[in-house]
């Protein structure tokens, strides 16, 4: 090193540190996560769905049917219409957001118009998780890959898939809490 000031030192010098500062800031900074990028997208997306997919029917299956009409106070959610909202949105995601239309027969756009049969609800419930598996294992890498609009900004179909995912994760915590005021114990949490 020189004994020269740093304002005296040769240009040579100071880009040479510049582009090993570089260097090393690329090196050290991580890539944005892409589907094409991450393989393992898909089984991580369905083991994290599965896991919450599980927890909602068992709890969906766990409350008495006389609470299905029940909530915490007025103008919040019944039981029944937030397993029909985590539905609606099963079906809503893919269809505006990824172009998969729903099995034929289902108005995700009334689901939420429906009553309080546990049952019914539970059946509804059940076969949203069922559709978005279909959905998943329809998508190629490259489906997961293709630039969509979600909430007004392009992502890849993938993240259309994380918020879906997100989305029941919200509610199922809301059904824990439901659940817990009706005095129902989660089934898997003993």
Known sequence: MSNRPAHTRPAAACASAAALLAAAIAVLTPAPAHAQDTPDFRAEFKGQFEASARKLVALSEAMPAESYSWSPMEGVMTVALV????????????????????????????????????????????????????????????????????????????AVLLQLVTHMNEHLGQSIAYARMNRVVPPWSG
Not at 110 to 118: H, I, N, P, R, S
Not at 119 to 132: G, N, P, T
């Open 83 to 158: 397993y029909r909202h985590i539905a609606r949105y099963n079906y809503m995601y893919p269809h505006l957001n990824l172009g998969i239309d729903p099995p034929k027969g289902v108005d995700y756009q009334t689901l939420e118009e429906g009553g309080a049969d546990k049952a019914e609800v539970a059946r509804i419930l059940a076969e949203s998780m069922d559709h978005v598996r279909a959905v998943v294992d329809g998508m190629s890498d490259a489906d997961l890959a293709a630039p969509v609009e979600l909430y007004g900004r392009q992502v890849a179909s993938w």
